[in-house]
């Protein structure tokens, strides 16, 4: 049976989400709920007034499908007044479903709010996608298309891209029948409707080398951590159970050539541009990048923008600008000069499905490890299966010295990072924060590494925060610390103390587990 082809099956998945969001839309209306109930899941919590608004855009978006479908699903039509008003509408749901985000901590944020923004945003791609006219441009003659031609059909693009990418990384794209698994469907399929139109312009010739192994700086390494080649998981989880120290646990490890078979290191590699932007629609696709020295300096800041404008600005200069790489910054904290850039703890693999095919979960991460070697406080209920997130920067990132609530797997794809790990039983000694401005920092020292070895100058506007006498008994604690290579997988027990310095252009993924 002949598979429909890319645009027809966007075009049904858009008519099934307005449906459903529809036919939702009005059994909650229909049905009696207590004022103000955002305990119930879907939308019922967002109250009647928007979920209202919500099924009459969704009913005029399905009333413009059957016109659409009967004409054959070929013609893009101009939109009309009408929906040039469901746009603003539409936007306007997003912005109020968005300003609720502010009024919670996000773990605490009533999920109707995130479906609604995310409900909001799938109907008005659909809405969009109707009158985008390059979409229903499959013909041959599309390959000889003009510059300006291949720009405005990048700028639509783009535009569909940011839509659903905002409901991702905004609002997790919460929702049980549609959310995360609509838009990965939808991202998916339009991926194949560009890839169709046969009109983009190509890589550039500086795209198709490797990331710059340049490193300014490189810290002497001076109490090297244990080295192993690959271990099997038998051998690791007899490593973990049998420490040299009972009362410390495992210590930090080394294994090389743990990942080794990683798609991410031979077929796909991760330390060539061209490849990362073809896995990011020409790098269209949005990351949200911490902006600064470390988030513990003033001034640090967070932003979304394109993965295009990440590489070309922040990761290699030599990288030339990629279409379509700007977009207005709507979640900025800061808006001082941005001498550093770091895609930091993201879930970077489930926004972006296909660089998680690049890589597999270490075995290591299915042993079962030992507690918390000091405070039993910090152990966490046990994980259905291990957290995983992207660190990417340029050479400088840094992430200051701090304690996570998990055992660890820090793995090496592209480049080289310092790490420097300190004893859960030096933990008195690390002058942890605290509460500041109203986040816990407990987990963070006041103990700037860099500054203290003399790598780092404290910023001009502010203080070292300690003491003469901090820095010589913070001196005199002992540490481990290595280079990691590509190829290299780092274990860091849970309690271990630890600080790291990206020294090139450096791509990681970390293993939470317990």
Known sequence: MTQPCPTKQLLELCVEATSTIQSECDLILSTVYPPEDTSRAGLVGCGPALVDLLSRQAARISIYYQQLKSAGMSTAPSPSEEQKLSLDRLSDIISISYSKFYAYLFKDLPTCWRQLYTDASILKFCLI?????????????????????????????????KLLDYALILAGAAGEQRGRKWVNKALLLLQSVWNELGIDPGVPKELNTIFSTIEPFTP?????????????????????????????????????????????LTKNPWNKPSYLLSQTFGGRRLVPVEIGRSYVDEGWGQKLITFGEFLCEYIDPSIPPTQDSSIDDTISTSSQAKPIAYLAQHPLFTQLPALRNDILVPD????????????????QPELDEPLLNAWFGPPGTITPLHTDPYHNVLTQVVGRKYVRLYSPLSTERMQARGKENGV???????????????????????????????????KAVPFLDCILEPGDALYIPIGWWHYVRGLSVSFSVSFWWN
């Open 129 to 161: 996608l109707l009158s985008t006219p390059c979409v229903y441009d499959h013909t041959p003659e599309c390959s000889n298309a003009s510059r300006e031609q291949v720009d405005k059909a990048g700028r639509q693009i783009t535009q569909l891209i």
């Open 440 to 474: 816990e920092m407990g987990n963070t020292s006041l103990m700037d590494v860099g500054v203290i070895e003399g790598w780092d100058s404290i910023p001009d506007d502010e203080e070292d925060g300690f003491s003469k006498e901090d820095l010589v008994n913070f």
């Open 364 to 379: 290591y991460c299915y042993t079962a490890p030992p507690r918390h070697p000091t405070d039993s406080s910090i152990d």
């Open 220 to 264: 002497p390494v001076k109490h090297p951590i244990q080295r192993v080649d690959v271990l099997s998981i038998e051998a690791f989880q007899a490593y973990m159970d049998n420490p040299r120290d009972s009362k410390l646990g495992p210590e930090p490890l080394i294994i090389r050539g743990a990942i080794d078979e990683w798609s991410a």
